[in-house]
C-alpha cells in the first residue's frame, strides 16, 4: 500500500524481518531494517523522498560515482528510552557535516526536510527496531552518490540520497591495541580529511591490513609532512589523559570535526575535567606512558563511542596502558553519554532529538 506523508512517499514492506533482530547478538553493519529511504536531485531538483522496502538497487556501469568518487555519507544512532520512545542524538549537526562533506565533494546541498524529515519518518515506521540493552542501538546511515551517466571529469547533474538502517551493539569486544602510523598518512592538508567521503575510508584499507598483519586492530594517523603529531585514530577522533587533564588534536583540514568529540569535550567541561585542543606530539604521548603521566588514551567516534586502547606501537615496542576502572576519565565521559542519549538524566544540553 503506498500512502504519501511531510511531502515522502511510503510503500511499506508486505512483511518485517525484524524477528531476526536478536538484541543479545548483534554483529555491527550486518542487519538492515524494512525500509529505507530514497530521493533523487534531478539537475539541481530534489524529487518528492520514497520510503521503500529495504532492497538491491540496480545502475548503469557507466554511473558516475563508480568511476570518480563523488559519494559521502554520515554515521548517527537512534536509541529507546524507558517509555520506549525513539530519541536520535543531535542529528542537526550531521545535517550541516553532510552538507559540509557535499559542499567539498562538488556534490548537491540535501535539504532540512529530507534529511531529518526522512530520518523521522524513517524511524516512525522502523521504531522496533530499535534494540534496547547495553551498548545497543539502531546506527543511521545518510548517504548520497553522482547520479549521472557519464565517462568525464566533472562534477554530476544528478544526485541520489539515500537512508538506510542497521541495528548496532558493541563495536570493538576488546580494548583495541593501535600502532603508530609513519609512512602512510590518512590525509593532507588542503585535501578532504574533514569530510566524510567514502574514498577517505578507501585509502585506509591497506596501511590498517598491514597493521593487522602485525597484531594491531588500528593505526594511530600521524600528519602527512612530518609524522611527528597524532591526528586521528582509524575511522575516529583520538583523545589523551595527560595529568588528568584531555589532550586532543585540534580539527582541522585534516581531521574530521566529529560530533562525539565535540560532545565527550563539552561534557568534560561540564564535570570540571580540563580539556586542551592543540597539536598533540608523538614524542609527549609515548614519554607520557613511559613515566606514568598519561594515564588514558582512546577513540571517539559514533560507532564506537569511547573506546579507551589496550597499548600503543610505537616503532617496534608496544607501550601497554593502564586498565581502565570505574574512576577512569573514558568510563565516566561514556556513562553521561549514554545516561543522556538514552533518556536516562535530563538533557541540559539540547541535544536528544525525539521522533
Not at 253 to 268: E, F, P, S, V
Request: glycine content about 8%.
Amino acid at each position: 500500500m503506498e500512502t504519501e506523508t511531510m511531502n515522502i512517499k511510503i510503500r511499506r514492506s508486505e512483511q518485517s524481518r525484524v524477528n531476526q533482530l536478536d538484541p543479545d547478538n548483534i554483529a555491527f553493519g550486518t542487519l538492515f531494517t524494512d525500509h529505507m529511504l530514497v530521493a533523487d536531485c534531478v539537475n539541481g531538483v530534489w524529487q518528492t523522498p520514497e520510503i521503500v522496502p529495504y532492497g538491491d538497487i540496480a545502475y548503469n556501469p557507466a554511473l558516475a560515482s563508480l568511476h570518480y568518487g563523488q559519494s559521502i555519507f554520515e554515521g548517527m544512532k537512534a536509541f529507546k528510552n524507558e517509555d520506549n520512545e525513539v530519541l536520535m542524538f543531535r542529528p542537526l549537526e550531521n545535517f550541516k557535516r553532510f552538507n559540509i562533506s557535499a559542499e567539498r565533494m562538488c556534490m548537491a546541498q540535501v535539504p532540512e526536510e529530507i534529511f531529518i524529515g526522512g530520518l523521522e519518518e524513517l524511524l516512525k515506521i522502523d521504531a522496533e527496531w530499535v534494540p534496547k540493552g547495553e551498548d545497543n542501538s539502531l546506527y543511521l546511515r545518510p548517504f548520497m552518490f553522482a547520479s549521472d551517466v557519464y565517462l568525464g571529469v566533472r562534477p554530476s547533474q544528478n544526485y541520489r540520497f539515500m537512508i538506510i538502517m542497521s541495528p548496532a551493539g558493541k563495536y570493538y569486544s576488546t580494548p583495541p591495541k593501535v600502532k603508530v602510523e609513519t609512512e602512510f598518512i590518512r590525509a593532507a592538508p588542503g585535501g578532504v580529511g574533514y569530510a566524510k567521503c567514502a574514498g577517505n575510508y578507501a585509502s585506509s584499507l591497506y596501511p590498517a591490513k598491514l597493521a593487522a598483519e602485525q597484531g594491531y586492530t588500528q593505526l594511530l594517523w600521524t600528519d602527512a609532512i612530518e609524522h611527528k603529531y597524532f591526528e586521528e585514530s582509524g575511522t575516529m577522533n583520538v583523545m589523551f589523559v595527560k595529568d588528568g587533564k584531555i589532550i586532543t588534536p585540534a580539527v582541522s583540514t585534516t581531521i574530521l570535526k566529529g560530533i562525539t568529540r565535540d560532545t565527550l569535550i563539552q561534557l568534560a567541561k561540564s564535570m570540571d575535567i580540563g580539556v586542551e585542543e592543540r597539536r598533540v606530539p608523538v614524542a609527549e604521548i609515548i614519554e607520557g606512558i613511559s613515566n606514568g603521566s598519561v594515564t588514558e588514551v582512546f577513540g571517539a567516534g559514533t560507532a564506537v563511542v569511547v573506546s579507551p586502547f589496550a597499548a600503543i606501537g610505537f616503532e617496534g615496542t608496544d607501550y601497554e596502558l593502564p586498565a581502565i576502572t570505574d574512576a577512569s576519565i573514558s568510563t565516566r565521559l561514556k556513562n553521561a553519554l549514554n545516561n543522556i542519549r538514552t533518556g536516562k538524566v535530563t538533557d541540559t544540553f539540547g541535544w536528544v532529538w525525539k521522533v
